[in-house]
């Protein structure tokens, strides 16, 4: 055995692992292996969105464990990288960064600056994920702006136009007028915001009766296209049917009826408006109202607006609001508390725009999507409801257009004679309907041969909700579905109802099976102070340096162990300072142990002759495996990394390796067969502590392994070597409980030094130990070698009697030092 340097250079030791994990090629998956069964993650592609930041690396370090484990365990291992790079979020900052506008642009040019922004942040987070020493197979990289990714996207398209999932309507959406783009439910944030609620007048046709309308939005007056009250509401219900006057328009709607009106709301009296909200959508269709498309797709108000045609949104609203008070029809104004939609990227009003736009049908999937979360475990498995309760909530179908340039394109013409739609042919993508043409001489239906692109793009959630299946292979390899549905879906609390819910419709409707077959939840990451991490906060940590300054093994173990999963946890430095301290530790004792082992020789056939404190620690090794197998198959990290560092440094560290240090420092005082044992012991039960430790200390336990193991058990990496099988056979019971009573004891000992003022090696000239049973001075006796020497005991007396001196903590038995 190799003696391990005394010094342990994090940076340098870590670096040279994750470079020789490469070329050894063991975080590769094996495509051509036959024998070991898969076991796919199905990593979320991130959005390149600069440095990896403390959320990423809780991320990485959990999908990291997952598949490291899974990897000791046998398994083939497929953990791949991707990156979802299109989205409103890059366009976003590409305009903000040059102060441009996207149609400024030629759409090339304006597309390249995005893909050099999605580059340099895509080698920035790539760095940062290599540093935490995350298990790649790094083959597998893909980027979903490059071609051969759009003809994935495309081909699930018109795959799923084929199967009738996917439609042209003109329906009513969420829409930015800002970014100038339809987005979905899932991309409408909800805020808490102080409004004003207007009480208007809206007078009965003809008469100088009025009703009282509350309402924060004003300047919908112009789209009012009803005034609902409910039946039963005796103020109003003689209104129903009759005309009223939109105030300010030189119109009448008409007074309608409906038990959805809640008569304590605002004055009981509503103006239906096209549309003001979602429940504005839900009168219009019931009622068969008319629509009036007041704002334009930039926030204006359009012709329909009469007067205040050409002004935006809150421009408008002040205006009709002292229209209305000159006209007397304002009562009074007062202030609100509400909550209202803005975009989830640029934090602007959403809107809800009547706009022909390119469908999904999910809500008809409902039903499975809940079936399925059903059918499979969740880690925590609370989680499920989330998916469940979004699903469920969805009005309407996903709208997977938007108006944008940097996403892929829809592969879509239209026959500019009659209309038609014409779908790409599987065979003809990736394609940009906008530099080509349909590869069709005429138009199928009316022989014409002049066509129109389709401009709008698709929802970038429709790049990434295929990723189950293109892990996998699919459309390229024959032997897709080995891969598929992925062994393990790992998400974020906050994209449950995106990824997760994008990938079961996705997949459900393209292919009939679920995507996954296991979801792993991971929360997210506070401040210290409990407060969401915020750079405007000054609680941010930067993982670069917190990685750099700690190594990745330390700030592992943050992740690993700082709170249950799917739970929130703070970024706790203390819990990064525990971790390095753990680490000192985990190289000092194995160090320590190296030495002690040095004129061992694995291959040694002496029988040994195994001590009690052996028997005890081997069992209760033999029980922390179980322990911690058990926690990894629950997705349980903190709870099995805090079991095994616990065992390591207060069980294995401060007892036994204390215990046995004078069997192998002196091994002629004791017979061959003994030291055997403490040998054999020692370097079975500290291998065991490095392969339960491995995946989430994975280049620490890999250093000592090479220096200490790899000779012996003849494995290139520790990553590669075989998880612990629990063997029922180790456990001794009663070696456990004689063995716990000899550590009490011991820990007695150390105790009475130290309120002695003793140093821990001062020699105890006698030692008296009194024992009320039998039973447990035959225990001490056993162990008393091993007492003696580890505490410096010159002369040890162990009898039955009573009380005298002072008692071990939890015992019925009394120990008395002298000096
Ligand atoms: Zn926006
Ligand atoms: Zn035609």
């Not at 499920?384 to 879509?412: C, E, G, H, M, Y």
């Not at 339960?692 to 220096?707: D, F, K």
Request: glycine fraction near 6%.
């Amino acid at each position: 055995m190799q003696p391990m340097p005394k010094d342990y250079n994090h940076a340098e030791i870590e670096a040279k692992w994750q470079a020789r994990w490469e070329e050894m090629g063991i975080n590769r998956y094996d495509w051509n292996d036959k024998t070991r069964v898969p076991f796919s993650i199905d990593t979320p592609p991130p959005y390149p969105s600069g440095e990896l930041h403390m959320g990423n690396v809780l991320n990485w370090t959990y999908f990291d464990m997952v598949a490291r484990y899974k990897r000791m365990q046998g398994f083939n291992v497929l953990f791949p990288q991707g990156w979802d790079c299109h989205g409103l979020g890059i366009e976003i900052q590409v305009e903000k960064a040059n102060n441009i506008r996207k149609r400024d642009l030629p759409p090339d040019q304006f597309r390249g600056m995005c893909m050099a922004l999605v580059e340099k942040y895509i080698a920035m987070m790539k760095e940062g994920i290599l540093k935490l020493g995350a298990s790649i197979d790094w083959t597998t990289e893909y980027k979903t702006m490059n071609p051969d990714y759009w003809r994935r996207t495309q081909l699930s398209f018109i795959l799923l136009y084929q199967k009738g999932y996917m439609y042209q309507g003109t329906h009513p959406v969420n829409w930015c007028t800002r970014d100038e783009t339809a987005i979905a439910d899932a991309e409408v944030d909800h805020v808490k915001k102080e409004g004003m609620l207007h009480y208007i007048k809206f007078y009965l046709a003809g008469t100088d009766e009025y009703l009282l309308i509350a309402t924060s939005r004003p300047e919908f007056i112009p789209a009012c296209v009803a005034v609902e009250v409910n039946p039963n509401d005796e103020r109003y219900s003689k209104y129903v049917g009759r005309k009223i006057s939109v105030p300010l328009m030189n119109r009448e709607v008409t007074v309608i009826a409906d038990e959805a009106v809640d008569p304590k709301f605002g004055t009981g009296a509503m103006q239906i408006c096209t549309y003001g909200d979602k429940e504005d959508v839900k009168t219009v269709i019931k009622h068969k109202l008319p629509v009036i498309r007041l704002i334009t797709q930039n926030g204006q108000i359009s012709e329909a607006g009469c007067k205040y045609a050409g002004l935006y949104v809150n421009q408008a609203r002040a205006a009709i609001v002292e229209d209305l008070k000159a006209a007397g029809l304002l009562e009074k104004s007062e202030k609100i508390q509400q909550e209202v939609g803005v975009c989830e990227r640029c934090k602007s009003l959403v809107e809800i725009l009547e706009v022909k736009q390119w469908f999904m049908k999910t809500r008809e999937l409902t039903q499975k999507v809940e079936e399925n979360a059903n059918a499979i475990p969740w880690y925590p498995d609370y989680m499920k409801n989330r998916l469940i309760d979004w699903a469920k909530s969805l009005d309407w179908d996903w709208v997977i257009s938007r108006q944008r340039l940097f996403a892929t394109p829809i592969p879509v013409w239209y026959c500019k004679g009659c209309g038609e739609i014409i779908v790409a042919k599987p065979e003809w993508v990736p394609i940009d309907p906008k530099l080509e043409g349909p590869r069709i001489d005429a138009c199928p239906k009316c022989g014409g041969k002049e066509f129109r692109a389709e401009q709008d793009v698709m929802d970038t959630w429709m790049d990434s909700s295929i990723t189950c299946a293109v892990h996998a292979g699919w459309p390229d390899r024959a032997d897709w579905q080995r891969l598929f549905p992925a062994s393990m879906h790992p998400s974020g609390t906050d994209i449950i109802r995106t990824w997760a819910y994008y990938l079961m419709v996705r997949h459900l409707a393209l292919f009939g099976e679920r995507p996954f077959n296991s979801v792993l939840i991971n929360g997210m990451v506070l401040g210290a102070d409990g407060r969401k991490m915020s750079k405007s906060l000054k609680n941010y940590a930067a993982a670069p340096e917190a990685l750099s300054k700690n190594g990745a093994d330390a700030v592992r173990q943050w992740a690993a162990g700082g709170g249950a999963t799917g739970s929130d946890i703070p970024y706790r430095i203390q819990d990064v300072e525990y971790g390095r301290r753990f680490l000192v530790k985990l190289w000092n004792a194995s160090g320590f142990a190296c030495n002690l082992l040095a004129k061992f020789d694995p291959k040694d056939t002496t029988e040994p002759d195994y001590q009690l404190l052996d028997k005890w620690i081997i069992s209760k090794t033999e029980n922390i495996t179980k322990k911690v197998t058990e926690s990894f198959e629950r997705c349980q990290f903190n709870i099995a990394l805090e079991d095994i560092r616990n065992f390591f440094w207060h069980v294995f560290c401060d007892f036994y390796v204390e215990a046995v240090k004078d069997r192998l420092y002196r091994p002629e005082a004791y017979g061959k067969a003994n030291v055997a044992a403490a040998q054999r012991t020692l370097y079975e039960v500290l291998y065991r502590m490095l392969q339960l430790l491995a995946p989430v200390i994975p280049h620490m336990t890999e250093e000592i392994y090479q220096y200490m193991y790899k000779d012996g058990k003849g494995y290139p990496s520790i990553q590669v070597s075989q998880w612990p099988k629990f063997n029922p056979a180790l456990v001794d019971e009663a070696a456990e409980k004689d063995g716990d009573l000899v550590a009490a004891v011991m820990s007695e000992i150390r105790r009475d030094k130290a309120e002695n003022k003793k140093p821990l090696n001062a020699p105890i000239k006698n030692l008296a130990v009194t024992c009320k049973d039998e039973a447990a001075a035959k225990a001490i006796r056993q162990a008393e070698a091993d007492i003696k020497s580890t505490l410096k005991i010159e002369a040890m007396t162990v009898q039955v009697g009573t009380a005298d001196g002072r008692q071990v903590a939890q015992y019925e038995v009394y120990i008395k030092a002298e000096y």
